[in-house]
């Protein structure tokens, strides 16, 4: 029999009963089993201490730390949902193993939400939190209006045009350069004084399943430009227009505030540039590269394990 259709709602058949339906050796499918070995549950994680360090912050201190933790939390939650016309798309496209490595992913996003509020209500930051959201603009301009417009685009047209500008928008620029910078300053507060040991294991677990998601990104666009050398120019121009609103996240907050914990905005900023313009490189070396090739091809993977290991050894540098 041909091909059958898997788009949802439209079934003819089924992938997995076609022969090579589900190639456990593909990129996304060795995701989802490394996903499936390094399961971890935030019920598992004792807040008792973080509670303590979070009560003997100065007022100033407590406002960032909270700050940061309510736009990571708000981020899972739109992350959590705007994944999903991307499932959609990768079944319409006849991806299965795409769709069954997004279904993880989706799961471990919902996951990252429910550890951040376990973290506020163990802490005792029950109070509503959307303040700190609100007084950063150009947070409510990527998550109330780019992530969203380019991920639901998929529902309309997933064609490959709109997938480099879902995946550059939610992996490269969402989960590329704002969680990554996040993670940093987490690793940089937690890390100048040894407190927050809650959290810390949280962002040590968000950061491996992150490196995943990343990975699938920039495997995403690399089958694309490979398959059609026009798509490297929606790549590069759909990172041109978020480049602005991005940096405004990362270096916002109210206007002359001193950062806590020796923060340093322009050192975030740098870092951010640094991993954008390195994930960029491994999406144009797919250019020209042989489709069937960059299947199976592990340097998504590589690249972000290669910047995990450098950003240990900076915070060995720093405690
Ligand atoms: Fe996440
Ligand atoms: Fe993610």
Redesign the pocket.
């Known amino acids: 029999m041909s091909r059958p259709t898997i788009a949802h709602g439209r079934r003819t058949g089924f992938a997995s009963l076609s022969r090579g339906g589900l190639d456990v050796d593909s990129f996304p499918m060795r995701l989802f089993a490394e996903g499936n070995a390094k399961h971890w549950n935030p019920a598992d994680i004792d807040f008792t201490q973080d509670a303590r360090d979070v009560a003997e912050m100065t007022d100033l201190e407590r406002w960032w730390t909270c700050s940061l933790a309510a736009q990571f939390m708000a981020g899972?939650e739109s992350?959590t949902q705007d994944l999903q016309p991307f499932v959609a798309a990768m079944a319409a496209e006849g991806r299965f193993a795409d769709e069954v490595y997004l279904t993880q992913?989706v799961f471990?996003?919902a996951k990252?939400t429910e550890a951040f509020r376990r973290w506020f209500d163990a802490v005792g930051l029950t109070d509503d939190l959307h303040a700190h959201v609100e007084e950063n603009p150009a947070y409510l301009e990527i998550f109330t209006k780019h992530l969203p417009e380019s991920l639901y685009a998929l529902a309309e047209d997933p064609s490959p045009r709109n997938q480099i500008r879902a995946s550059v928008t939610y992996?490269h620029i969402v989960?590329g350069t704002l969680?990554l910078t996040g993670y940093f300053a987490w690793s940089t507060v937690c890390a100048s004084r040894g407190i927050l040991p809650g959290m810390q294991q949280v962002i040590k677990h968000i950061g491996g399943?992150?490196r995943r998601?990343?990975a699938w990104g920039t495997f995403t666009c690399r089958r694309h430009v490979a398959a059609d050398d026009s798509l490297w120019d929606v790549v590069d121009e759909r990172m041109q227009e978020l480049l602005v609103p991005a940096m405004g996240v990362v270096i916002g907050g109210r206007e002359g505030e001193e950062r806590p914990f020796g923060i340093d905005i322009n050192e975030m900023a740098e870092y951010a540039m640094d991993k954008v313009g390195r994930r960029l490189g491994a999406i144009e070396s797919a250019r020209g590269a042989d489709v069937r090739v960059i299947d199976r091809d592990a340097a998504p993977e590589e690249l972000e394990e290669t910047f995990h290991a450098e950003d240990q050894a900076v915070l060995a540098a720093v405690v």
């Open positions: 899972e992350v992913f471990e996003e990252h992996n989960e969680a399943d992150e998601h990343m």
